[in-house]
């Protein structure tokens, strides 16, 4: 458990207990995050309340910080800031994040043949004797885990931080609390797949009887970044040699999958478009769009379809990343 120290840290644990209340809380981040702020303060202005001058100070850009990287810092910070705004507990000003370098990134563009080699290694890991509980995990959970990816669109982090009570079996339906920023919203699965996390439900319970997290590393917990790239590429390598490719293209095939799937005339596309963005967890169907714009060649296609309100909108957009 984190400890904090600082002259306003009993405002902390609130905000803190607050936020994992509402099941919008990662320890990993924020709580780091949060933790090196409160020492911060405390070392600098030890037994003192917060200031403007505190708040400043720690979120100035530092030299070593890109746009993104500094936003991640103080995001946390903008929130417990805005929490105390929001019960009259100051009147300190929040910090403005900064705009976003834009990506040069572009994603893989998956073919058929290329998706149905990686799956094949997924199904087919070998078992180690050496790890046996560990390996038995893994080669249960790997299959899965992608095909959730591959399937719903749904982001790496939406997918490590799943949790068995989020997880509707009967409906095939995902409550993602964990997600891109604290937006939460729901995602409904196809028959399939929802098949599949039932068998693998199943299975797992002999390793991991009460775990809480439904993707669960056998130390407990969920599953790191590094977990999901390391395997990821392993399996991808053996699969398809030195093409380059990471998991979070997974959700870039699938938005522009279903995008180029739909026909009929521009009223049927719009509301399959926005009921994309809400499954996706975007704010904004131009989050959704952006996903052509890094592509040569697909943006044509998407152009037709929406007509000219694409070349103003997509341009403004950052790629989104976990």
């Not at 120290?5 to 099941?23: E, H, L, M, P, T």
Request: charged share 25%; net charge neutral.
């Amino acid at each position: 458990m984190i400890e904090y120290i600082s002259g306003f840290a009993d405002q902390i644990n609130r905000f803190v207990a607050f936020r994992k209340a509402s099941g919008s809380w990662n320890d990993i981040s924020y709580g780091m995050n949060l933790k090196f702020f409160d020492h911060y303060c405390e070392k600098n202005y030890p037994g003192q309340g917060l200031q403007q001058k505190m708040i400043d100070e720690w979120c100035s850009k530092r030299g070593t910080e890109n746009n993104r990287s500094y936003n991640g810092r103080i995001l946390v910070i903008q929130a417990f800031i805005n929490y105390l705004r929001d019960r009259n507990l100051t009147d300190a000003t929040v910090p403005l994040s900064l705009k976003a370098e834009k990506k040069q990134y572009i994603p893989h563009a998956f073919t058929d043949e290329e998706l149905k080699r990686f799956f094949y290694e997924c199904d087919h890991i070998k078992p180690s004797q050496a790890h046996g509980r560990v390996s038995a995990i893994r080669r249960l959970t790997c299959p899965v885990f992608f095909r959730l990816l591959y399937s719903s669109g749904i982001r790496t982090t939406e997918a490590r931080l799943l949790k068995v009570a989020d997880v509707d079996l009967v409906h095939g339906i995902l409550n993602i609390r964990a997600s891109k920023g604290y937006d939460q919203h729901y995602v409904a699965l196809h028959e399939s797949i929802t098949s599949v996390l039932v068998i693998y439900n199943d299975a797992i319970k002999q390793y991991e009887p009460d775990r809480t997290y439904f993707f669960e590393s056998f130390k407990g917990g969920h599953y790191t970044r590094d977990w999901v790239q390391d395997n990821f590429q392993a399996l991808w390598k053996k699969a398809n040699g030195n093409v380059k490719a990471v998991a979070y293209d997974l959700r870039h095939h699938y938005a522009t999958t279903n995008i180029n799937s739909w026909n009929g005339d521009i009223f049927e596309f719009d509301d399959k478009l926005h009921y994309l963005s809400k499954s996706m967890g975007h704010r904004w169907i131009e989050s959704t769009l952006y996903y052509y714009s890094i592509v040569p060649g697909l943006a044509e296609t998407i152009q037709e379809k929406t007509e000219t309100g694409f070349n103003e909108i997509v341009p403004e957009v950052d790629y989104e990343e976990e």
